[in-house]
Every structure is written in C-alpha cells, then in structure tokens.
C-alpha cells in the first residue's frame, strides 16, 4: 500500500475511534475520553499503518507487541483493536458493564490482542522493556511498541526501564509519550515538571523525535522508520480531547463524560 493510501486509511480508523469511543463513554457514563483523543491517532497509526500483527492469530510468536501503558485510556485500545479485527464490534457496547470482557483497564486474559493488564501507571514501559530484551535475546525480529502518557512519567519505574533499555541498546524497542501536557486535575508542568523530556532521555541513550501527535503522515513515517542500534522515544505532542472543540485543553475531560448535549454536539464535530 502506498504511504498516501495509509495515511488515508489510518484517518478514516482514527475518526471512526473517536466516534465509537466517545459513544461508548456517553453510554456507559464512565471513562477517559480526553486521553483516548489524544491517543487515538498514534493507535490508528500502529494498528493500521506499522504494525505487523495478525488479528486471527493473536499469539502469533512473530507478531509485533503494542503495550499500553496508560491503560486507562481504554477507549482507544478497545476501539482499535475492535476495528484491527480482534473481536467484533457489538461486544463494544458492553464497555464497562458488569461481567464485560471490555473492563475499564485491559485484561490480557479477556480480550485478544491485549499483551499486558496495565493501568497502574508506570507498569507498561517496564513490561515492553522485557518483552524487548526476550527478543533481543532470542534473535527475533518482532518489535515492541509501548504508549505511555507524560504525567506517567513521573513514576520512577519509567526511568530504571529507560537506564536498561539504553544499556542494552534496545533497537527493537519504541517508546511513545502521549504528550498532552495535562494529567488528572492538572498540567503536568504544575504538577511535577518534566521538561527538558527529550533531553532526558537522550541522557538514557535513546533515538528521541519529537512530532505532532496528530500529524499522521509524520506518526507513519517515524514509526515505521528502521531500527537505528538504540531504543527510540518518539514525543508526541498532542491535545488532550482532540476533535471536540469543548474537550481540547480541559484538564476536566480526563475522566469526565458527556451528557446527552454535548454527546450531540461533539458527534457534529466529529466528521
């Protein structure tokens, strides 16, 4: 497929998960949809752009492992991998309901294509560093990719994964920051700062590329690019409610929900 024709198709993924996961979210009244619009694109790139997985065959040894680290952000995983083929779309309206396999943080032993149960924060960057140093390891030539949002960064399991992670020269290893500057209650910067992040973990021996989370031609072509003898951490700067005028910026959305107004309103915006 020619890049333009996956840029094409990873946008039309991408609105089709905003659209499904906030109906999702406004029907069960629970969720994380400011995260999931932030996230989603970076998703939609991987499931449908980079990655080499195949949906009928989940634990295929060969496949390329996607991690995510912010799992609360389920709206996005389960949207993506619903519309990657892993399981069909009308378990999707059981989000968060009980006996649901689609649990507000993802279970790897309810649903395909989940490699790892995550949702304490910090947990999914150190996990990817193992699955990583397996396959170095071993020889294999899969790749892991782990999503984790910036106020996540501030838990120190990130940082003994990124010293290990440039100890050993981890080229088949791709860190991806949901950079959205904005966590629960707050800004990141209000809250513990981060910045200089890239050059932190160019101190970690890390590839770091800082780009529009957005942009999906540019997720494309950074995620896609050949392993360069070091762990990659791609910065994606990104808004928090992406697509809904009301949502983006608002540090409210982290776990707020939408009545039936603003549902309506954002369904408009969503197009």
């Keep these: 497929m020619l890049m333009n024709d996956k840029v094409h198709l990873i946008r039309e993924k991408a609105l089709w998960m905003r659209r499904t996961a906030f109906a999702m979210v406004h029907r069960a009244q629970l969720g994380h949809p400011g995260g999931d619009f932030s996230a989603i694109?970076?998703?939609?790139?991987?499931?449908?752009?980079v990655m080499n997985h195949d949906p009928a065959r989940p634990d295929w040894a060969g496949r390329d492992r996607f991690i995510m680290s912010k799992g609360h952000a389920t709206g996005a995983l389960y949207t993506g991998l619903c519309a990657a083929g892993y399981?069909?779309?009308?378990w999707l309206p059981t989000y968060m309901q009980p006996r649901s396999m689609l649990n507000?943080?993802?279970?790897?032993?309810?649903?395909?294509g989940v490699e790892t149960n995550t949702g304490p924060l910090g947990h999914g960057f150190p996990v990817a560093?193992?699955?990583?140093?397996?396959g170095q390891i071993t020889g294999a030539s899969f790749r892991t990719y782990v999503l984790t949002g910036d106020g996540e960064q501030q838990e120190g399991?990130?940082?003994e994964a990124a010293m290990l992670s440039g100890h050993r020269k981890l080229e088949n290893l791709t860190l991806i920051i949901d950079r959205n500057r904005?966590?629960?209650?707050?800004?990141t910067e209000e809250t513990s700062g981060l910045d200089p992040l890239d050059q932190k973990y160019?101190?970690?021996?890390?590839?770091?590329?800082?780009l529009d989370g957005h942009d999906h031609a540019a997720l494309l072509a950074t995620l896609s690019a050949a392993p360069a003898g070091r762990p990659r951490c791609v910065i994606a700067n990104t808004v928090k409610g992406k697509g809904v005028s009301f949502m983006e910026n608002q540090a409210s959305w982290h776990?707020?929900?939408p009545n039936d107004a603003q549902f309506d309103q954002a369904m408009k915006e969503l197009v």
Aim: net charge negative; no cysteine; proline share 6%.
């Design 202 to 210: 160019r101190a970690f021996g890390f590839e770091v590329t800082e």
């Design 255 to 257: 776990h707020g929900v």
């Design 87 to 90: 399981f069909p779309e009308d």
């Design 182 to 187: 904005l966590q629960q209650g707050a800004g």
């Design 129 to 134: 560093v193992g699955i990583a140093i397996a």
């Design 41 to 49: 694109d970076i998703l939609a790139t991987l499931y449908f752009g």
């Design 104 to 112: 507000g943080h993802p279970n790897r032993n309810y649903l395909p």
């Design 157 to 159: 399991s990130n940082w």
